[in-house]
């Protein structure tokens, strides 16, 4: 039991602030983070044991121990970034989650060049008056696609919202009840649609929808015909769909523009590179769209980014919406784009170059002589707490696209003998706290590390020491 006194005494031995900030082990920590921030945390871990030693009534007296160095940590802590880079093991190249497409060093090296100066983001240097920023980088979308024109917002939901706000506010939108998709949670057709304050028009059922339905659907208040991408499933058996040549047709018979959402918008034809194929944005525009609307950073392998392709005047009217303005793009962004789309200059050395399309290509034997090489480190580093084997497995592209298409690849399979769930999740959770952290993922009562995206490995074995103490979890 502790009495008044105790209690009085332990808060009058406790070290002022000021004596906190005077000690030599403090000076460090001034010297980085800045009396203020120092203080401030100081404070706080000082105000922590005061209430501790309130509280302690029939427990022992809390221990002041290294105020100094539990600052430290906590200030370690605060300053570390936020936001910082994990390995991808999960099997799942373009995760969404995971940040989706990394970069090329190109677009590393543009994204910096813009960073840390002015730049022309909106002037035009040749005759020294305002600019538009699309035009840095519409030449190439153009060249690529076979577009007159295009320009660039925030993702590929803002595209669309931004298309349908602009071409068919107040106005009817037939869509395939095939496509009324849902894209990770938030992004859903009839909810982007009545956002855009478009009014849409289900046409057809889940699985058959057919030209007359459509013609059926036309009204003197239908802005246009959409399509979009089925991207993450796939309807099969019993089923039908109006195909790009045919709903432009109809389109355009009745003076009206045909739109599609592509999704994942790829450049080229994947199926050079051993990948299933997939209908290029270039392919979509040639069979009558008059506008396509795609993501960077998916396919394509570039920045976070939606872009829009087609006629030339659809695109001047969605520039002149003031969504435009909301939805735009930064320097940095269209630096990166930019040296995104130049590696497309090139397709021969597109897989080498390219981040996502070199992790997509990757051959399963490279992949498994990684997992072999791992093997013993990984093991090691486990101390007999899981058993490590090398398994084959199968990588999704992501972000929705081609959903069904997996690709063979090789992980490190990890068990725990006798034990199930927790246990594994707690060794999951031990590879997350690494100081790069290691996200696998958890399937068959094993713990899988997909190494198809692990392309640093001797950063990955490095870290591999902190394992036996990292996130264990009492
Ligand atoms: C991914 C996707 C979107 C959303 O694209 P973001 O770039 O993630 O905003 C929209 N439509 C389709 C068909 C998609 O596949």
């Not at 153009?142 to 939901?157: F, K, M, S, Y």
């Not at 480190?377 to 007999?384: E, F, I, R, W």
Request: one cysteine or more; aromatic letters at 4%.
């Amino acid at each position: 039991m502790n009495d008044t006194n105790t209690t009085q005494t332990r808060l009058r031995e406790m070290p002022s602030i000021d004596e906190l900030l005077r000690s030599t082990t403090c000076t460090v920590l001034l010297d980085a983070y800045g009396r203020e921030l120092v203080t401030a945390v100081m404070r706080d871990i000082v105000a922590e044991l005061r209430a501790q030693i309130l509280a302690a009534r029939d427990s022992p007296m809390p221990e002041f121990g290294d105020v100094v160095g539990r600052a430290a940590e906590k200030l370690a802590a605060m300053m570390a970034p936020a936001l910082k880079p994990v390995f991808n093991l999960t099997g799942t190249v373009l995760h969404t989650n995971l940040g989706r497409a990394p970069l090329p060093a190109e677009a590393i090296a543009a994204m910096t060049a813009v960073a840390s100066s002015a730049s022309n983001l909106e002037f035009d240097l040749g005759n020294g008056k305002r600019g538009d920023r699309d035009t840095l980088v519409e030449s190439w979308i153009c060249r690529l696609t076979g577009a007159e024109a295009a320009t660039v917002v925030n993702n590929n939901a803002a595209a669309v919202l931004l298309l349908l706000n602009s071409l068919a506010m107040r106005k009817e939108v037939p869509v395939s009840r095939g496509e009324l998709v849902e894209i990770g949670g938030a992004f859903r057709i009839p909810e982007v649609m009545a956002r855009a304050g478009s009014k849409l028009v289900e046409v057809g059922t889940t699985n058959r929808t057919h030209a007359r339905d459509f013609e059926a659907a036309l009204s003197t208040r239908t802005a246009l015909l959409m399509k979009v991408h089925t991207s993450n499933y796939v309807v099969e058996g019993f089923v039908a769909s109006v195909s790009d040549q045919q709903l432009a047709g109809i389109a355009h018979q009745h003076g009206i523009a045909y739109v599609v959402d592509a999704g994942s918008g790829s450049l080229v034809d994947l199926s050079q590179f051993g990948l299933p194929r997939e209908q290029t944005v270039a392919e979509t525009l040639s069979a009558g769209a008059d506008l396509v609307t795609f993501s960077g950073d998916k396919l394509l392998g570039g920045p976070q980014c939606g872009i829009i392709v087609g006629r030339r005047d659809l695109i001047r009217k969605i520039k002149k919406n003031p969504m435009k303005r909301a939805l735009r793009v930064d320097k940095i962004t269209l630096a990166a784009l930019t040296a995104v789309l130049q590696l497309y200059a090139d397709p021969t050395r597109l897989a080498e170059r390219l981040p996502t399309l070199r992790l997509l290509t990757r051959s399963e034997d490279d992949i498994r002589s990684v997992a072999e090489r791992l093997l013993d480190p990984v093991s090691k580093a486990l101390q007999g707490d899981a058993t490590v084997s090398v398994t084959d497995c199968r990588s999704q592209i992501g972000s929705g696209a081609m959903p069904v298409d997996l690709l063979p690849s090789a992980a490190l399979a990890l068990c725990i003998v006798g034990s199930r769930g927790k246990a594994l999740e707690r060794l999951a959770a031990r590879f997350r706290a690494l100081p790069v952290p290691v996200i696998g993922r958890i399937a068959d009562g094993m713990l899988l590390l997909d190494l198809r995206c692990l392309e640093n490995e001797a950063g990955f074995i490095e870290q591999l020491s902190f394992l036996s103490s990292a996130g264990e979890a009492p």
